[in-house]
């Protein structure tokens, strides 16, 4: 299978988001990855989905992923019930714009990782009661709980399903001192995406946050060896 390339779209954040998959289309990207809660915001404000769906299939814009379900892994048994509900919205709002996977991303505190493996495996099931979407798992580097790649691997894995999966992403790799080995160590097909982003010189790992990213080739990563 061909590699595809898709813009992730925090990276022009302040563009709205028709402005974002113009962007995407006119600089001859494959696809684009789209964030729920602008979709949300251009529905808000009058838009339609329609709208959306016109726009991608004339640039020709695939979406290979949506971002993101938040909130889900450090709610109370109380509060995750409603959350299940937003994640079969989000879900079901993939489908329609054909995104086959939804990016759920980890507390920011440190948290149970039996829950939130037990979540996950619940949200994969909503995601097949939806039609096909799957949530994909992420790791940040920055957060106190799933911040390295094994820890998103250990998800993944103890999740015991085959549609489980996480996005690899080179500076949270980096930034948390994830290796090259702890990265062959994971089957290739529970890998759902790849983000490609570089950290910045001069600020060692564990210390870069989002702003510190750097375009791809101005900074240290050996993106190479990955």
């Not at 709002?93 to 507390?107: I, K």
């Amino acid at each position: 299978m061909a590699l595809k390339l898709c813009l992730n779209t925090s990276t022009i954040k302040p563009q709205s988001l028709t402005d974002k998959i113009r962007l995407a289309g006119e600089a001859g990207y494959d696809g684009i990855e789209l964030w729920v809660n602008d979709i949300y915001e251009f529905v808000g404000q009058g838009g339609e989905v329609s709208t959306i769906e016109k726009m991608l299939a004339d640039y020709g814009l695939i979406v290979p992923c949506m971002i993101a379900l938040r909130g889900w892994g450090e709610a109370s048994e109380f509060e995750y019930r409603f959350m299940r509900e937003e994640a079969k919205r989000r879900l079901e709002l993939c489908r329609r714009l054909g995104s086959p996977w939804l990016v759920c991303s980890p507390p920011v505190d440190p948290c149970d990782f039996g829950v939130l493996t037990r979540r996950y495996r619940d949200l994969l099931e909503i995601g097949r009661q939806v039609g096909g979407v799957k949530p994909t798992f992420e790791y940040i580097s920055f957060l106190k709980s799933a911040y390295h790649l094994n820890h998103a691997w250990q998800v993944v894995r103890d999740a015991e399903d085959p549609d489980a999966t996480f996005v690899l992403d080179a500076f949270h790799s980096w930034n948390s001192n994830s290796t090259l080995d702890d990265l062959r160590a994971i089957p290739i097909e529970r890998i759902s995406h790849y983000h490609i982003d570089d950290a910045a010189p001069h600020i060692p790992p564990t210390q870069q946050k989002d702003a510190d990213r750097v375009m791809v080739g101005d900074g240290v990563i050996d993106l190479r060896a990955e």
